[in-house]
């Protein structure tokens, strides 16, 4: 399945420009999931939530819908990753198997300055959990330090069955590898100014990327940095998030791309 989305839905310019005027802020992600396939959630990063919210988060979106966790800073914004364990554990027990199905890829995103360290990093792949609750997890590392776009790390994330975040942006690396048997992109160059949020050729060109990603094959026209080595052609499901640049039409563009995919 294709899924697009935003970066969490609480953004005060939403509101008038996504959601109605009436709306009461306690409705907003009721709505949000309403409208779209899947949200990342950001407060995950910055601060623990208890088991009660995933499992309020859970009751408001509808069947299908996902959220995808961005794992907290203090596992990842470390000078050894390997260390994170303790931090990593925490996050993992805090109640997040409480969204049972509508609980989708763990986003571990490393800070900017992080070297690829081939020790440390292999130590940390193998911190990242494979189940909570007994529910399955699924695990996308966003690999921001251009040291990472080389085929020994894409390697690496390939044999832990990690995924590694596809990121379109001005300041970090495109690594279109896949790695796992799910794709995640995050799509950071939105512009206000467009009603949609990106022009129809490009949502038009990001829709048969996701289609080929999901069919089991690879954009042509994107980056890879093991090339030699080519993912198994089996189908696979695909997260598109529009986040950053262009954020209050965030939403607009989501939808625009959703209404592609399914037409």
Not at 81 to 95: H, N, P, T, W, Y
Not at 118 to 140: E, I, T, W
């Amino acid at each position: 399945m294709i899924r697009t989305g935003i970066g969490g839905w609480t953004f005060e310019p939403w509101e008038g420009s996504f959601y109605p005027d009436d709306l009461p802020k306690k409705r907003q992600l009721e709505y949000a999931a309403s409208k779209l396939r899947t949200i990342e959630v950001n407060g995950t990063f910055y601060r623990s939530q208890k088991p009660e919210t995933f499992a309020k988060w859970a009751s408001e979106a509808p069947e299908g819908f996902v959220f995808s966790l961005k794992a907290p800073r203090y596992a990842v914004n470390r000078k050894v990753l390997a260390e994170g364990g303790e931090s990593l554990q925490r996050f993992v027990d805090s109640g997040i198997a409480e969204l049972g199905d509508k609980l989708g890829p763990l986003l571990w995103q490393l800070a900017a300055t992080k070297q690829f360290d081939p020790d440390d990093f292999g130590a940390f792949l193998k911190l990242l959990p494979a189940s909570a609750g007994g529910v399955a997890l699924r695990n996308v590392v966003e690999l921001r330090h251009e040291s990472f776009a080389c085929p020994q790390a894409v390697q690496m994330c390939r044999e832990a069955g990690v995924a590694i975040v596809y990121a379109e942006s001005a300041d970090y690396p495109e690594i279109a590898d896949v790695t796992a048997d799910f794709v995640y992109a995050r799509l950071q160059k939105g512009d206000a100014g467009i009603t949609t949020g990106y022009p129809a050729d490009a949502l038009d060109a990001w829709a048969e990327r996701a289609r080929q990603w999901a069919s089991g094959g690879r954009p042509a026209d994107l980056p890879r940095h093991d090339p030699e080595t080519d993912a198994a052609e089996t189908p696979r499901d695909v997260f598109v998030y529009f986040i950053r640049e262009g954020k209050v039409r965030a939403p607009q563009a989501a939808m625009a791309l959703q209404e592609r995919l399914d037409d």
